[in-house]
């Protein structure tokens, strides 16, 4: 079972941690017989749009450096809503370094025989440890992208990484998509020379600067059906590469 999905952005303007959030309670929403898992494995708090987050990878990460992983207690203090858990990010700034690949590894094998399906806010740096580790362990992912030469450029500089660490990207998502966009999809396809196939679209929503002023979650502040519809089509899509039936 492919349960570990890992979004990683193009760069930190894409809104890779939104987007990671949003699928992950659309998910716990219309499937609350599985236990969803959100971790924020980007080195930042986490608590953008999730402010009732009860677990960090910071405090577990000196127990998981001695492979001690009690997932039992972790599920039980990371707990959200009914089938949503969620585990914080890095709380201390001075600790970014000390977050190494293996220990993302390590935590997320762990967790993964404790959950349906672990959603991963990889961020936007693949080379911090904790991003690294997450894209080594993701059975699937998901790289964001916008419509605008700081997103593309950024990805053509990491790309040869990709390449020479074999992490493998499954689809790409335009996010803040727009169709009056100079950069139509057609373009981006053939700039990064990525079959138009692989891509999925996620439409501006004019919530979006309200849910970061008020810690919210755009899909619980009723974004439109055109938005929730683009969240639909790609928690369809993991649920698909997962096996489990919808």
Not at 97 to 102: N, V
Request: with cysteine; aromatic share 8%.
């Amino acid at each position: 079972m492919s349960n570990i999905i890992a979004f990683h952005g193009s760069d930190h303007k894409v809104g890779t941690s939104q987007l990671a959030e949003c699928c992950a309670e659309q998910l716990a929403k219309d499937n609350p017989e599985l236990e969803i898992l959100l971790v924020q494995a980007d080195t930042s708090q986490g608590y953008e749009y999730c402010p009732k987050v009860g677990e960090s990878f910071d405090r577990i990460r000196p127990y998981v450096a001695q492979s001690i992983v009690n997932c039992e207690e972790i599920k039980s203090r990371s707990k959200y809503t009914n089938n949503l858990y969620v585990v914080g990010g890095n709380e201390s700034p001075q600790n970014s370094g000390l977050f190494t690949p293996d220990l993302a590894e390590i935590f997320l094998r762990a967790m993964s025989d404790h959950f349906d399906i672990i959603i991963v806010d990889a961020g936007n740096d693949p080379v911090s440890g904790c991003c690294l580790g997450s894209l080594f362990s993701a059975d699937r992912i998901y790289l964001v992208i916008r419509q605008s030469e700081s997103s593309l450029r950024s990805f053509e500089w990491y790309l040869n990484l990709y390449e020479r660490l074999d992490i493998p990207l499954d689809r790409f998502i335009v996010n803040h998509f727009s169709r009056k966009s100079t950069f139509e999809l057609d373009y981006i396809s053939e700039r990064i020379l990525v079959d138009k196939s692989l891509f999925s679209t996620v439409r501006t929503c004019p919530k979006g600067e309200k849910s970061e002023m008020e810690k919210q979650c755009l899909i619980n502040m009723n974004p439109g059906r055109g938005f929730v519809n683009d969240i639909k089509a790609i928690t369809k899509d993991i649920l698909k590469n997962a096996r489990i039936e919808n």
